[in-house]
Structure formats: C-alpha cells, structure tokens
C-alpha cells in the first residue's frame, strides 16, 4: 500500500474514533491538498478512490488537473487559496468549489463568469475569524452584508471558511465559525488542517484540508 493511501486511512481511523465517542457528528469530507505536490505522488490516492483535492494557485491547478478530470470526472477540485479578481474565469473552468470568497468584488465576478461558462460552483465564504491583516477573509462584522449579496446575485454558497492564527489555541476560532455558520443557517464548515483537524472535527467542521499528514512534508 502506497505510503499516501496509508497515511489517509489513518486520518480516516483516528476520525471514525473521535466519531465513536461523540455521537452528534457526522464523518466529515477530507480534501487532500495536492499543492506543490505532482501527480505522480497523488495518483495511488484517486486509484484508492478518494475524489476531493485542494489547490493553492489556479494555473498549478490547471496544468495538472485539466487532463485527469477529463478522464475521471467525479474529482472534485477545490480552491482553497486566495482568489484575485483575473483569474475568477480560469478558476471556475476549472475548480468545483471555491473556499476563499471574501469581498462584494470577488463575489460579482463569480457571478458573471459563472453565467458566461454556463456552470453553478459550490462557494464558502472566508471569515478573517483571527482578525489578521495578512490573511485572506471578510471581516466578522461584514459576513451578513456579504453574505445577502451572495444570495441576491444567486450564488450557492454552501458554508464558511476559517483559518485559525497560527499560534492560538485554534478551539475558541472554531467554535465562532461554527456559530456564524449556524447565525446564516449554512450547512458546511471548511475548517481545519493537519496540524488541528479533529479539535475542527470536534466543533462540527464537514471539511478539512489535510495536506502534509497525507503527503508528507513541502520542500
């Protein structure tokens, strides 16, 4: 068994376990985040059968995916890095979810491409749930704005996003996406990576984005 496959089902274990003793949650999805890595390692997993992956940059996305998504269209390809406004045409030929909605803007060119390609994508907005200038996100008190807008321009947001501060207890950061999520009566939860996916799992998250305890280390 390739090394990736191995590492998944331990993921897929450790989850069942946390599933096991709390009855409430449901099995989330895993996104295998395939940025930086080749095909050549990511191949043993959709021969496992595992359907979901995440990519950081629309072209890297786009010279590795276009072929095999032919071949295999169940793949599901989601965007979990930041989007800018001129590549919104080349992301939706491409991905089937896009994790980092985070302005009016951004939401608008979505709309436009998605009706010039013919083709609905699954969004999640992204909260700047840390209040940190370097990250990506709307800002809390902006999310219910944002959030109408999505809906009077008809797009089908499906849940939120969040990315913890990288040095904080990443529990209490959960916990308020989770109750934003509920507040907009939104049914998914992007949230959650290798270093904290089951304290995410714990507050109710249904997708993680698990890259390096699948794949090993970026170099």
Partial sequence: MHDSVKKYKNIISAITSELEAEKTLKMPKIIAVSKTFNLEKIIPLIEFG????????????????????????????????????????????????IHSLDSAKLAKKISDEQLKQNKKMKLFIQVNIGIEDQKGGVNKKELHNLYNYCKKLNLDVIGLMCIPPINKNPKKFFKETNLLKKELSLLELSMGMSSDYIEAVKNSSTYLRIGSDIFGNRY
Avoid at 79 to 88: D, F, M, P, R, W
């Fill in 50 to 97: 595992h359907l979901d992956y995440g990519e950081n940059k629309v072209q890297e996305a786009i010279d590795k995916w276009s072929e095999i998504k032919i071949k295999k269209p169940d793949i599901k390809l989601h965007l979990i890095g930041k989007l800018q406004s001129n590549k919104v045409k080349f992301a939706v030929r491409i991905f089937d979810f």
